[in-house]
């Protein structure tokens, strides 16, 4: 069983793939060529599924940063005998930099291990384990490393020092004193295509510097946020850089699956895909964090995954693969233990088929939001963002599954309902960009108006006088929090004060953590207090005007980043739970500080 604690992981990205690397050296988490592809390392789920460890054999006193400005990981052992810098990465093109940062990549895993103090005796370990655990493929040496056969992902590691092979697994020691230096390349390539190619130490010390350079480039030209929490929200904004395949712009959720809501418990999901809304929320978090040059890319992305769908006489699905992808079927991979014992593990995700109004609303507030960046729009695009407000219009009046995909009897839940009024909302908005004829236009007026009646008659608990989760229910949902920091109410209405307070009262753990909701869900087990939720808890209250409470909540939930300032989707018994990074924490992050800095520039 895995056992290593979530926030010991660091995260790497090229736009393409993920990995994560534990504070002890080991990249227990690689998945190659895409995030959604099978792990060809997978310790993260089980203890042998594959994993790459370089470190000092001694004990050591372990420091992490990220290089200025990147997500280039520099981990510092220090032993009783000597220091040890490691310096990780993967990947990008040489000479990468702005708005194509990520767009290809040579799919290669970079470390370069180097003695700054005294000695250090270095070790490496190599488990290949393709196919999420279930390929042991057979390494053969060869001149500067080892490649592995057997399966249809063939990784090659290159490194100068000796590797003793036995089977599946590759081990070497080496002493290192001061100055001196070891470079580890892992290549992918397809099994069937040319063998991968072959790293040099000094390319490897060379792309390392480079890819460090095309980072903090990007970072130069892009990143522009001055306000409060200054460092973490453009953290998040390279996080959630990260969390984009560039290829084609579609962001996914988080980078791993079946890390769960709970420890030992069975809600344990795939986030390796593309919510229209998670991926909609994060360009527009990117507006604040960093330029989202990715909008014209996802925009385009999107009417390709999706109009298809809608010219069928179809809806939306809710998500897709990364490369517009709509069958997504769950499946549990049972050879896995999990991570502590978190079973199932699951990938692909059955909510792709669920009916969720609220992605209407969420692609239409980000197109709103980020106009300036789409330029003109060609006649497939606006005829899809006009489907989509038409879309809205027709079925708000439905029951659905909500936001958090429960897997319970649809319900007239008030987060959709408030969605399809941001739908029409924004589609008035952007009448003069995706030219509704006349009486489209009024029909939407016309609905939007229908829409926000009957949430002020029927979304308010009468003896509270907060908003509910949904129509005919007292049960509390955080997504209530959104009516200020959409539009649709000012901060300050009695209501939304109502909420706050309820949330704050009904809705917390005892640290003052909130949670996503009250009520059953259809699911087995218990979860975490949610991220997001927390910080929508903070912007609603700078919204409201409560700039003291606001920076209080935002302190809580931004408090239990990791050292480097990485979120999961949840924390729990003092630890962080579910996926990471989690695109959504990282969102919340974001908005909320540029709400309070809002709120506290209006205050003097």
Same mark, same amino acid.
């Given at each position: ?23 002890a ?7 190659f060529?895409?995030?959604?592809a ?16 370089v ?23 220090e ?35 180097? !003695? ?15 196919? $999420? ?6 390494? +053969? ?20 020092i000796p ?61 522009? $946020?001055?306000?409060? =929490?200054?460092d973490?929200?453009? !953290? ?11 290829? +084609?712009?579609?962001?996914?959720a ?9 420890? /030992? ?5 795939? $986030? ?25 890319a ?21 998500? $897709? ?17 999990? =991570?502590r ?9 059955g ?49 659905d ?18 969605? !399809? ?9 952007l ?15 016309r609905?939007r ?5 009957t ?39 009695p209501?939304?004060l ?8 009904r ?41 003291? /409470? ?8 931004a ?8 979120l ?5 018994? /003092? ?30």
């Open positions: 069983m895995s056992d290593v604690a979530i926030e010991e992981h660091g995260f790497l990205s090229d736009g393409h793939s993920a990995a994560l690397v534990t504070r050296g080991s990249v227990d988490w690689l998945c060529p895409r995030f959604d099978p792990s060809v390392l997978g310790r993260l789920l089980d203890d042998d599924a594959g994993h790459l460890v470190r000092p054999v001694a004990a050591a006193r372990v420091t992490r940063r990220y290089l200025d400005d990147s997500l280039v990981l520099e981990t510092t052992f032993t009783s005998e000597g220091t040890l810098v490691l310096t990780d990465a993967l990947a990008l093109r040489a000479g990468d930099h702005g708005h194509q940062l990520g767009r290809d990549a040579p799919h290669a895993l970079l470390r370069h291990a180097r !003695c700054t103090r005294g000695r250090i005796e270095l070790e490496v370990e190599f488990a290949p384990r393709p196919e $999420y655990g279930l390929a042991r493929p057979l390494l +053969t040496a060869v001149d500067g490393g080892a490649v592995t056969r057997g399966a249809p992902d063939a990784l090659a590691l290159w490194t100068e590797l003793e092979l036995g089977g599946s697994r590759a081990r070497g020691r080496i002493d290192l004193q001061t100055g001196q230096q070891a470079s580890f390349a892992l290549q992918w390539a397809r099994a069937w295509e040319a063998d991968p190619p072959r790293w040099h130490p000094a390319e490897v010390v060379e792309r390392l510097a480079d890819t460090a350079a095309s980072w903090q480039r990007w970072a130069a030209e892009h990143q522009r $946020y001055e306000g409060p =929490w200054r973490l929200v453009r !953290c998040s904004g390279r996080v959630l850089h990260g969390l984009t395949f560039q290829p +084609t712009g579609a962001v996914v988080a980078a791993t699956t079946s890390l769960p809501e709970d420890i /030992g418990g069975v809600r344990n999901w795939d $986030y390796r895909y593309t919510w229209l809304r998670d991926a909609s929320l994060t360009l527009d978090a990117l507006w604040i964090a960093a330029c989202p040059e990715e909008a014209r996802f925009v385009s992305w999107l009417v390709g995954a999706a109009a298809g769908d809608l010219r069928a006489g179809s809806t939306t699905q809710i998500m $897709y693969g990364v490369a517009g992808e709509h069958d997504l079927p769950e499946r549990t991979l049972d050879h896995l233990a999990g =991570w014992d978190s079973r199932p593990v699951r990938v692909g995700n909510a792709y088929d669920q009916v969720q109004l609220d992605v209407y609303g969420e692609v239409l507030a980000a197109v709103a939001r980020l106009r300036g960046q789409l330029g003109a729009l060609d006649d497939d695009t606006r005829w899809f963002l006009r489907q989509l407000a038409h879309a809205a219009m027709e079925a708000w009046e439905q029951p599954q909500g936001l958090w995909e429960v897997r319970s009897a649809p319900q007239h839940m008030l987060n959709s309902k408030l969605m !399809c009024w941001v739908a029409l909302d924004r589609a008035i908005a009448y003069d960009l995706i030219d509704p004829a006349a009486d489209e236009l009024s029909a939407w007026h609905e108006a229908r829409i926000r009646a949430i002020l008659e029927r979304g308010v608990d009468p003896d509270t006088g907060a908003f509910t989760q949904a129509f005919g229910s007292s049960a509390l949902d955080a997504s209530a929090l959104r009516l200020p920091i959409v539009g649709f109410l000012p901060g300050d209405d209501r939304v109502a909420t706050i307070a309820a949330v704050r009262e809705l917390t753990d005892d640290e003052g953590f909130v949670f996503r909701y009250e009520g059953e869900d259809g699911l087995e087990g218990e979860e975490g207090s949610f991220l997001l939720c927390t910080f929508w808890l903070a912007h609603a209250q700078a919204l409201a005007g409560d700039a003291v /409470g606001a920076r209080a909540t935002f302190e809580l939930a408090g239990v980043r990791n050292d480097l300032d990485l999961a989707e949840e924390y729990g018994h /003092g630890v962080l739970l579910g996926n990471v990074p989690q695109a959504f924490s990282h969102v919340g992050l974001i908005t909320a500080a540029a709400a309070i800095a809002t709120c506290e520039a209006a205050a003097g």
